[in-house]
């Protein structure tokens, strides 16, 4: 599955692919016009839009793509009610088919309630929304620390391999962030020098994730350690970083 990116606004990613049998997708249209000069540049039309959740960087481009192209929106179940003209509701632990791909709904509350991830197995691709990004994960506005860190651990049980296209460009930061909680780990420095080169870090591998993102690693002795932590549970540990980088 090739899969394109659309950067739109300061930071946000709208993904872009072709099934095998012509069907063409897009995940999360924030906005609607970058998004058509990208179909009409390459030649294509829309049939489906996909959503992880209903925050308007996601969700923008819609009422423009339906009227250009009559596309069928597709998203969480959840949030039905703030999300217009939903065709097909997205259910948690469901399989879809879209043409020659099929992907299961992954229900990870914390960012929002309803917040799902797309998880392409045969594909080894995972659309993860606001939850997880490159070193970081969502801010929680409609769920606890609890949540969020449960929603992960789900993510993190996913093969090393999947690649995981997340929504926003957010890893320079979430870099830096990650050195200022772990300063001694023998491999901040070179990651965050090497990231600073790069303009683009999405998609990213589940397995760097799973070895670095402190937010994936809450329950890691070294982690704690560092953080002044070994004694406390991995949710209170969890809970730290995240109130950490919401004053970062
Ligand atoms: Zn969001």
């Given at each position: 599955m090739k899969i394109s990116l659309i950067p739109i606004y300061e930071d946000n990613y709208v993904f872009h692919f072709i099934t095998d049998d012509g069907l063409s997708v897009v995940v999360d249209p924030g906005d609607g016009q970058p998004v058509i000069d990208y179909l009409e540049t390459n030649g294509h039309s829309l049939q489906v839009i996909l959503h992880t959740h209903h925050h308007w960087d996601h969700i923008n481009g819609d009422d423009a793509l339906r009227e250009k192209y009559n596309c069928e929106i597709w998203g969480p179940e959840f949030e039905i009610m703030r999300i217009?003209?939903?065709d097909v509701l997205l259910e948690d632990g469901q399989n879809y088919t879209l043409g020659s791909h099929s992907f299961k709904v992954i229900h990870t509350p914390?960012?929002?309630?309803?917040h799902i991830c797309l998880y392409f197995e045969k594909d080894n691709v995972l659309f993860s929304g606001d939850t997880m990004f490159s070193l970081g994960c969502g801010r929680l506005f409609e769920g606890t620390p609890d949540d969020m860190w449960n929603s992960l651990k789900t993510l993190r049980?996913?093969?090393?391999?999947t690649i995981v296209y997340c929504a926003h460009e957010y890893t320079a930061t979430n870099a830096k962030f990650w050195k200022s909680i772990e300063s001694n780990h023998p491999e901040v420095d070179d990651i965050l020098e090497k990231i600073k080169s790069q303009k683009c870090t999405v998609p990213t591998k589940l397995s760097f994730e799973k070895a670095y993102n402190p937010f994936l690693r809450a329950d890691d002795p070294k982690l704690k350690q560092a953080l002044g932590m070994v004694d406390e549970t991995e949710e209170k540990v969890f809970a730290h970083i995240r109130h950490l980088k919401d004053n970062f």
């Open positions: 217009p003209n939903m914390g960012h929002t309630r309803g049980n996913l093969p090393d391999d």
